[in-house]
């Protein structure tokens, strides 16, 4: 076991001439994260209970989405700890998409409780159920204030996707938490019970346009899509035209892990005893123009007819 483990970390070395980039991150505190968890998961539990008590639609969604966030913050965690581990003879780049996973998951979870609370909204806007307001606003007001602390918790944080992830959720549950504010506000000095699920349906709508992006974003990075600010086109293009080169092919670009950019692919050479100086100039030119470091190419000999 010692001889596999010294093996497959000379493997993983980056020597002169290989690109700098790690295979996980090598300092990242979980503190931040450990702590919006701790207070999520206390009031969760404290908002769950009154949400029902009181029978208000904006409380109950406001909890469980306070539940949603306290399982996203948790798999959150997980995955910071885990993106930690260095590369190993099994996952030889390491763990870092492991951050990218759990905020796809964290957004599915986020889908799925949307769709509940708009249901639950257009049950009760055909048939009203009395609410008790004054307890609704209470309680609402003290998760506003829960959840003012947490995003603030979080935003120090805010460099990996995951961590974004997480604070979408909180800032969306914050926004839940003002509406169940107004709901119990409402009706407790008008007795309006409708305004419950209505308030309920708006506050959905804004937690699904924040949903999807960090959605889009993590499903793009899962399944190994150019980085956004890279052209494909314009990266062969400029392989293409760098004295030596005769063509491109089987060119591949994606994200290592988020912010740092890798390619492979086939360059097909004039010459290949120019390889050395023909693969300097595509290194700089690569790092100079597109900011991709991670590069791994192979020459081909130009094929004679």
């Known amino acids: 076991m010692p001889e596999q483990a010294t093996s497959s970390a000379h493997l993983h070395a980056h020597l002169d001439g290989d690109a700098r980039h790690a295979h996980f991150i090598e300092a990242r505190s979980q503190t931040a994260m450990a ?9 969760a539990v404290i908002e769950v209970a009154a949400g029902f008590l009181s029978n208000s639609l904006a ?3 406001d909890a469980g989405h306070m539940v949603t966030d306290a399982a996203a913050l948790g798999l959150a965690l997980l995955a910071q700890i885990i993106a930690k581990r260095p590369p190993s003879a099994r996952h030889s780049f390491g763990f870092v998409r492991a951050e990218a996973l759990a905020a796809f998951v964290n957004s599915l979870a986020m889908l799925a409780l949307v769709g ?7 049950q009760r806007l055909a048939t009203p159920e009395p609410v008790k307001g004054g307890t609704v606003l209470v309680v609402a007001a003290i998760g506003a204030a829960i959840n003012i602390m947490v995003a603030w918790v979080l935003s120090r944080d805010e460099q990996n996707i995951n961590t974004r992830a997480a604070l979408v959720n909180v800032l969306g549950d914050l926004l839940g938490s003002v509406a169940a504010i107004a709901a119990g506000a409402v ?3 008008t007795g309006w019970v409708r305004i419950d699920p209505l ?5 959905s709508m804004l937690i699904l346009k924040s949903t999807y992006s960090i959605l889009h974003e993590s499903y793009h990075f899962l399944m190994e899509g150019v980085p956004h600010h890279i052209d494909y086109l314009e990266v062969g293009e400029d392989l293409a035209k760098v004295p030596g080169v005769l063509s491109v092919h089987d060119l591949h670009v994606w994200d290592m892990s988020p912010g740092h950019p890798a390619l492979i692919g086939h360059l097909e050479i004039r010459d290949l005893a ?9 290194r700089q030119m690569l790092h100079a123009k597109h900011g991709i470091e991670h590069v791994t190419l192979q020459p081909e000999a130009h094929a004679h007819l």
């Open 274 to 282: 120019q390889w050395p100086t023909v693969l300097q100039a595509v």
């Open 116 to 122: 509940w609370i708009i249901y639950e909204a257009v």
């Open 35 to 43: 702590l919006a968890l701790g207070l999520t998961l206390l009031y």
């Open 199 to 203: 308030l309920s349906i708006f506050v």
């Open 187 to 189: 009706i407790y000095f």
């Open 59 to 61: 409380l109950i969604s």
